[in-house]
């Protein structure tokens, strides 16, 4: 089914270094390589960003994380203070 196209992509992706994207296999590949595995549970790594050990967070690096996360959690809620 997608098996031509697919292969040109894998080619490209070998040839340059890249991995392929998982989305980018076709069903029917994904079926016949692997199987379907949508329902196995996923390792947490896959999600996070893994820094190289040793590395250090920079103060603006931090605040700014810090601020993302007030943000995007709703931390602050109709200007109330309980400072």
């Known amino acids: 089914m ?11 992706c070998a040839a340059n270094g890249i991995d392929v994207h998982p989305t980018a296999v076709p069903d029917d590949i994904k079926t016949k390589s692997v199987g379907n595995h949508q329902d196995e549970q996923q390792l947490i790594t896959n999600f996070v960003e893994v820094r190289p050990e040793g590395s250090e967070w920079d103060k603006d690096e931090l605040l700014g ?3 993302r ?6 931390q602050v809620t109709n200007g109330s203070s309980t400072c």
């Open 65 to 67: 994380l810090i601020m």
């Open 2 to 12: 997608g098996g031509d196209h697919y292969e040109v992509y894998r080619k490209y």
């Open 69 to 74: 996360f007030v943000v995007e959690t709703d």
